[in-house]
């Protein structure tokens, strides 16, 4: 099949390669003449692990290629995939359609012979009814279906979430844009991924749904960590007791410094907008998102906490800045929060993240960058663990000991022993044990 994917981000750039390695040709098109230069090279625009191989592989088989050609692009094409940028308006929380609307007329104008357009960026319930509504108008005679195909890809690991996925949606209207989403999919579903038809605002809903649920999950386990504090118990210990049950299940249950990142803040938002436009209030989402915003300077305040609560003329290693490992994603990190706080409270700052760095240099101000851990816990008072890199899960603590000033670790993602690192002279403290 002939496929197109308009905005070679992160969603349609995975998309895009994944889909060649199914054998289909793909045409990734975007507006950036530097990002489509940068492809044509080889380069990838973003950190994802095994992507720049899986591109590489693809375009030599001829079956991926990058383009800043909208036009040419869209002739011919079976399915045309929006995956633009929708980042939150400023102002007001709701997502951001402009580039979604202006992809559809784009798109409109080009149409060739029956062509199914498919929104794959997260957008608002009714999205698909608009983008239909432009094409329409853009192009009166136009033979298409809009359908409705969220991702559910999670940085670091979306090649592997987009290959073996737990299922995948598909919002439709008629019954032959589904048969060339079918097609489209066949390679996923005969590896046995379930496939989800659902009428397109149901599928819109999904996406949504899935991230404020998967948001509650996290702070649910968070305030859950910060009552075991209190009580004397281990919300590692509370999170697998009740996991285990399925109705329940495991994951999405690891206590932190809160959820940040590209999908989880923006999508709560969109969701609560699109729920008092409708008049119909997600008050647990609502709780959610402001429960997750206090945490992140909470946990600023923690570590001042524990370096007996006088940070002034002080200096904090931070180790890990992006909201994740894996990924150079400094997006709504929460260690933007933690080290405003930390720098509010007259602490100095030293940081080292193995991707996000230069990412973050423009985010965050009077921060020193090291060129590794050892280097920024040399000479600091405390250091405090924020992102769980696997660099950070095998720290010679010993050594880790003698750098620091004075012995404090503060592990904001539980990923020591608690005992282990005492019995190495430490001051530690973790989230819920
Ligand atoms: C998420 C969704 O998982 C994905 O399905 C969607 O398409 C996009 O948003 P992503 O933002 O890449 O993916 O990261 P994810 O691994 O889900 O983590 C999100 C945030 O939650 C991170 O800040 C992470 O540290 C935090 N988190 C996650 C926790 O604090 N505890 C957990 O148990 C899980």
């Known amino acids: 099949m002939r496929l197109t994917i308009v905005g070679s981000g992160y969603v349609g750039l995975v998309s895009g390669a994944c889909f060649a390695d199914f054998g289909h040709d793909v045409t990734c098109v975007d507006k950036a003449e530097d990002k489509i230069a940068r492809l044509n090279r080889g380069e990838m625009p973003i950190y994802e692990p095994g992507l720049d191989d899986l591109v590489a592989r693809n375009v030599a088989a001829g079956r991926l290629t990058f383009t800043q050609d909208l036009a040419a692009s869209i002739k011919g094409a079976d399915a045309v995939f929006i995956a633009v940028g929708t980042p939150s308006r400023r102002g007001d929380g709701h997502a951001d359609l402009s580039y979604v609307h202006a992809a559809a007329k784009e798109i ?36 298409f279906g809009v359908v409705s195909n969220p991702e559910f890809l999670r940085e670091g690991a979306a090649i592997d979430d987009f290959k073996r996925p737990d299922r995948i949606v598909i919002g439709a209207e008629d019954e032959r844009a589904t048969e060339v989403m079918r097609q489209v999919y066949r390679p996923l579903y005969l590896n046995a991924a379930p496939l989800l038809v659902t009428r397109r605002r149901t599928a819109e809903l999904i996406k949504y749904a899935g991230n404020a649920f998967l948001a509650t999950k996290i702070t649910f386990i968070n305030e859950i960590a910060d009552l075991c504090e209190k009580v004397g118990a281990n919300v590692q210990d509370v999170a697998r007791g009740i996991g285990l049950d399925n109705r329940i299940g495991s994951k999405f249950l690891h206590a932190g410094p809160g959820y940040g990142g590209s999908c989880f803040p923006k999508d709560t938002l969109a969701l609560l907008k699109t729920a008092q436009d409708h008049e119909a209030p997600q008050r647990i989402v609502e709780a959610v998102v402001a429960v997750n915003d206090n945490r992140k300077r909470a946990m600023g305040r923690k570590i001042v906490q524990a370096m007996d609560g006088d940070v002034r003329g002080k200096t904090v290693a931070v ?14 990190s929460p260690a933007l929060a933690v080290i405003q706080t930390l720098q509010d409270a007259g602490a100095t700052v030293v940081a080292f993240d193995p991707e996000g760095m230069e990412q973050a240099r423009p985010l965050l101000s009077d921060v ?47 990923i020591y022993p608690p005992e282990e690192v005492a019995a190495k002279g430490f001051r530690y403290v973790s989230v819920g044990r």
């Open 368 to 414: 020193t960058y090291a060129t590794g851990a050892y280097e920024a816990i040399d000479g600091a008072d405390a250091v405090a663990i924020l992102t769980e890199w696997d660099a950070f899960r095998a720290l010679d603590l010993d050594r880790v000991r003698t750098l620091l000033k004075s012995p404090v670790l503060v592990d904001l993602r539980n």
């Open 108 to 143: 409109g104008e080009q149409i060739d012979g029956y062509t199914v357009v498919v929104t794959k960026s997260t957008v608002p319930v009714g999205t698909g009814d608009e983008v239909e509504r432009i094409i329409r108008a853009a192009n009166p005679a136009a033979e």
């Open 319 to 332: 180790l890990g800045l992006t909201f994740k490992p894996n990924t150079d994603d400094m997006r709504d």
